[in-house]
Every structure is written in structure tokens, then in C-alpha cells.
């Protein structure tokens, strides 16, 4: 089984910058691709980011391509989303998932495995 736990979330001001990480344990870490999803109060679960096993691709979502970047540490077992210039649209709980698949879909049904997520809040 693997255990995900997601940190770094908080409260930031539009154009702020924060980086969230996600910490991975009871698996091999870099047997898994590692994505970030997000979903605000009422909305769906929306596809962030991805990156895969060796961290030589990744993907993201249209909405955050060019502010957000996605990486790892598989010493560290850990993952990481670096965001910036956040706008109040970004607002949600930012969730860290992992896959033990070659391929990386933007589909959170694709994911294994889950976090319990950690909120971002942007302020106008």
C-alpha cells in the first residue's frame, strides 16, 4: 500500500508564490508517476500536473501550464508543486496522487493511489 501526505498548503495573496510537497511512503517511489489534481467546493476534481518515474516528462493542465511546476526527489521520496503568480481561481484542495503505470492521463480514475489533500487559498 502507499501512503500519501500532502503539505505546504495555506494562505497566499494574488501573485504569491507557494510550494506544496507530498511525501511518499510504502512503496518504491520511483516505480510510481506522481500527479497533482485540485478540486474546489462544488466543482470536480481538475488535473494539475504530472511527472514520471524518472522525472524526464511531464504534463499539466492548461490552466496552470507556465506558472506551475511539477518535480521530484525519489531520494527523498518526495514530490513537489511549485506554484506562482496565484490568482484567486486557484483556490482549492490541492491533492497528491500516484500511479504505478507507465502512461499519465489527466483522469483522476487513472490514479491509484490519494492524499487527503491540503487547501490552498488565494485572496483577492
Known amino acids: 500500500q502507499v501512503q500519501l501526505a500532502e503539505s505546504g498548503g495555506g494562505l497566499v495573496q494574488t501573485g504569491e508564490s507557494l510550494r506544496l510537497s507530498c511525501a511518499v511512503s510504502g512503496r518504491t517511489f520511483s516505480d510510481y508517476a506522481m500527479a497533482w489534481f485540485r478540486q474546489s467546493k462544488g466543482e470536480e476534481r481538475q488535473f494539475v500536473a504530472a511527472?514520471?518515474?524518472?522525472?524526464?516528462?511531464?504534463l499539466y493542465g492548461d490552466s496552470v501550464e507556465g506558472r506551475f511546476t511539477i518535480s521530484r526527489d525519489n531520494a527523498e521520496n518526495t514530490v513537489y508543486l511549485q506554484m506562482k503568480s496565484l490568482e484567486p481561481e486557484d483556490t482549492a484542495v490541492y491533492f497528491c496522487a500516484a500511479a504505478n503505470k507507465n502512461m499519465m492521463l489527466m483522469v483522476s480514475t487513472w490514479w491509484n493511489y490519494w492524499g487527503r489533500g491540503t487547501q490552498v487559498t488565494v485572496s483577492p
Open positions: 511527472i514520471s518515474q524518472s522525472g524526464s516528462r511531464t
